[in-house]
């Protein structure tokens, strides 16, 4: 069985577990700053997250998503940044019920279903993402001159 719940201070270390594996998958690395100040984010209401706990109560995924304004709506935008599942219990239904939570929360808040991105190849992902959700045609794109964006 698995439950959703929001993320409690004493799961830190192992949130801070998946969120590592989270970056290794995309090949990035944070700095641990961004990973304090996403903690910190999480807990003072800027970003929303939540957490998928097995049987036991051990953290199995995470999930962080947001709201802000909408050009196009009234209703305030919910994006869905990161969803991480620990690789081992992928296949078990967890995305999906993180994926739910996140659409309730919006629905609750108000907000529009939410929307988020993934790469191309992220395969797996996108099996359940194409059951869920529908690809509206857009494509991504970011200004690589600005500061910091690693263009050289």
């Known amino acids: 069985m698995i439950y959703i719940a929001p993320l409690l201070p004493s799961e830190r270390a192992r949130w801070a577990e998946l969120w590592s594996e989270y970056q290794r998958f995309y090949q990035v690395e944070l700095g641990p700053a961004v990973t304090e100040a996403l903690w910190e984010r999480l807990h003072n209401g800027r970003v929303h997250g939540l ?5 036991s109560g051990h953290l199995i995924g995470i999930v962080h ?3 802000h304004e909408d050009t196009w709506s009234t209703a305030p ?3 869905l940044e990161d969803l991480y599942v620990d690789s081992g219990i992928r296949g078990t239904g967890c995305g999906r019920l993180l994926i739910e939570a996140v659409a309730d929360a919006a629905k609750k808040a108000g907000a529009n279903s939410p929307y988020w991105l993934t790469q ?3 395969q797996v992902a996108r ?3 194409d059951r869920l959700a529908i690809k509206p045609g857009f494509i991504q794109y ?3 001159a600005l500061p910091g964006s690693g263009a050289t």
Not at 51 to 55: I, M, V
């Open 51 to 55: 957490g998928a706990h097995d049987s």
């Open 120 to 122: 191309e190849t992220n």
């Open 127 to 129: 099996r359940l993402y």
């Open 77 to 79: 935008a919910c994006y």
């Open 142 to 144: 970011l200004y690589s």
């Open 65 to 67: 998503f947001l709201y």
